[in-house]
């Protein structure tokens, strides 16, 4: 019989806070170990279940470690900043990380890199079945395009998120400048005003949209002479980033450090 994997869930009151809890409740191996929450939040102090009008005897924590006393994994959804503090209380106590947070410096990249060498993390912007297959499709598509094909990528979020592009894009643009032989740092443009002058066509160009309560939405043109080839994902529930983001605590059950992606958890690497 599979070990029950005891859970903490980070910014638990956050839209993918609240889904998280919600799909650790009602998964069968797994059990809500801790809650967090940011100092100051009204929710510290009351239980984390609450919103669902149900108890779970887990409160909500703002100390990290009596938050992350009784968990082995930590799922975040936050904001690098959080995350960052999260990362080394983890590293500290052995508490495996599954990150989904987006926004990073490349520094801050390289701190949860070398948090790697001591404990077990998986990092994707994006832990949809979907994406992570278009990922592929995009590595396929640009090999193939890699002669005649401009390449730009949009993006729709709700009206809340506060990074742009989306982690999930800015992966996007990185598969496929990897798979042209090109720096994503050094093609990619972001947003265009005023008189441009001709599109350099080595050039990878992103467009972001933010309203209403899109979950999200990611389009990679391919736009030739004569045709456009456009692969599209689109969101239309939370619930596949934490379905997921269960599926890595799960693939990471037997890792005892490393740092891997949504690829290595879906096999897809
Ligand atoms: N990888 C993936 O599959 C996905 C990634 N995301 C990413 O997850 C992140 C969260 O998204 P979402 O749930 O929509 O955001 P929300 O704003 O709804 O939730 C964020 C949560 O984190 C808390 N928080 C904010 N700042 C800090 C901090 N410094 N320390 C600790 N906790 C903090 C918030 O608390 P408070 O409300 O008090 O500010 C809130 O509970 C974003 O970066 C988003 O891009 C989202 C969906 C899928
Ligand atoms: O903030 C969101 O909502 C999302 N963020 C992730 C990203 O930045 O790519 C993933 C998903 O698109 C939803």
């Known amino acids: 019989m599979t070990a029950t994997l005891p859970i903490a869930v980070a910014g638990c009151t956050g839209r993918m806070g609240h889904m998280l809890i919600e799909a650790v409740l009602a998964a069968d191996d797994c059990r809500l170990a801790g809650a967090l929450d940011r100092p100051g939040s009204p929710a510290v102090g009351h239980d984390a279940t609450a919103f669902l009008g149900q108890a779970s005897g887990v409160l909500v924590a703002s100390d990290l470690h009596a938050g992350l006393k009784d968990a082995r994994f930590l799922i975040d959804f936050t904001r690098p900043e959080g995350t960052m503090a999260h990362l080394a209380v983890c590293r500290e106590l052995g508490v495996k990380m599954i990150i989904g947070t987006t926004g990073f410096t490349d520094e801050q990249k390289a701190q949860i890199e070398a948090a790697s060498n001591d404990i077990a993390i998986m990092m994707a912007p994006n832990m949809s079945v979907g994406v992570n297959v278009v990922l592929r499709l995009l590595d396929m598509a640009a090999r193939a395009l890699d002669q005649g094909y401009d390449i730009e990528i949009v993006e729709a979020h ?45 050039t990878i160009g992103f467009a972001t ?61």
Do not use: N, W
Not at 164 to 185: F, I, N, Q, W, Y
């Open 158 to 202: 709700h009206r809340h998120k506060v990074d742009a592009p989306s982690g999930t894009a800015l992966k996007m643009g990185e598969v496929v400048a990897a798979a042209l032989g090109r720096d994503l740092k050094d093609c990619a443009v972001y947003g265009r005003e005023g008189v441009t002058g001709e599109r350099d066509p080595s």
């Open 209 to 269: 949209v933010r309203g209403g309560d899109v979950v999200g939405d990611h389009t990679v043109m391919f736009m030739g002479t004569g045709e456009r080839i456009e692969i599209t994902h689109k969101s239309s529930s939370r619930s596949t980033y934490a379905q997921g983001s269960l599926r890595a605590a799960r693939f990471l059950a037997g890792r005892s450090h490393g740092l891997f992606g949504m690829d290595d958890v879906l096999g897809l690497a």
